[in-house]
């Protein structure tokens, strides 16, 4: 069953550094998202991206923020300058339309600690 | 907007015994879906099932079924014969069709399946 993937699992890095989160939806979708959630708390919705532009962003998502389809495959989220607070679980997902009737498939996601 | 409340942080039940889990949600949207999702402690979102707000029937999907009442705007999840594999966060979510394909999730309801 096709299923979006994740990389890396877990990524550790210093406040102030630049990290490069990576995902690759599932092939026949056409919008993608990405969600995070920091620990104990609710998953927040950052930003969908269709047709290579943003769709809607939350407005956690700031100019710190940036999503990227690289290739015909990968899709990614940019940190610019990690803050101790951008430490949450991260998770992509994508769904084939954006209907209010299309489920959104998350991936394992990826575990961002900032020291 | 679309709020989603889940009023029940945590709920135990043992193994093999149903239990539902709690979610109200509240739109002005008039076509709307509702979906669950499960996150184990290994912190992937898997979904679990969809109710549709147009759809006459309750949604079932294996052990899981939705109790969907449009009037009270609740959409409680029913697992029946819960298995320890069940132990897990489950968070309801939804999505609207005003213009914004994002998700919108409760706080989660803590299962814990006993032997």
């Known amino acids: 069953e096709p299923e979006v993937t994740q990389t890396p699992s877990h990524q550790v890095t210093q406040m102030g550094q630049e990290v490069i989160l990576r995902c690759v939806p599932i092939s026949n979708h056409l919008y993608f998202y990405w969600y995070r959630q920091i620990l104990g708390q609710k998953v927040e919705f950052l930003v969908s991206f269709y047709n290579n532009e943003i769709s809607e962003k939350s407005e956690i998502f700031d100019d710190q923020f940036s999503v990227e389809r690289p290739d015909g495959s990968n899709f990614t989220l940019k940190i610019r300058s990690t803050k101790l607070e951008d430490s949450a679980m991260y998770f992509c997902a994508s769904s084939p339309r954006r209907t209010e009737t299309d489920t959104q498939y998350f991936g394992p996601g990826t575990r961002l600690t900032v020291l | 907007a679309q709020k989603i409340t889940q009023t029940q942080p945590g709920m135990f039940v043992q193994e093999k015994e149903a239990v539902t889990l709690d979610c109200t949600y509240d739109?002005?949207?008039?076509?709307?879906?509702l979906f669950w999702y499960k996150q184990p402690s290994s912190g992937e979102m898997i979904f679990l099932i969809y109710q549709g707000s147009y759809d006459e029937q309750n949604a079932t999907e294996g052990r899981y079924s939705l109790n969907f009442q449009k009037a009270r705007k609740s959409a409680n999840l029913v697992i029946s014969a819960s298995q320890l594999g069940d132990s897990a966060m489950y968070f309801c979510a939804m999505r609207g069709n005003s213009g914004y394909s994002t998700l919108t999730f409760g706080k989660g309801t803590m299962l814990l399946v006993s032997p």
């Open positions: 739109t002005s949207d008039q076509s709307y879906g």
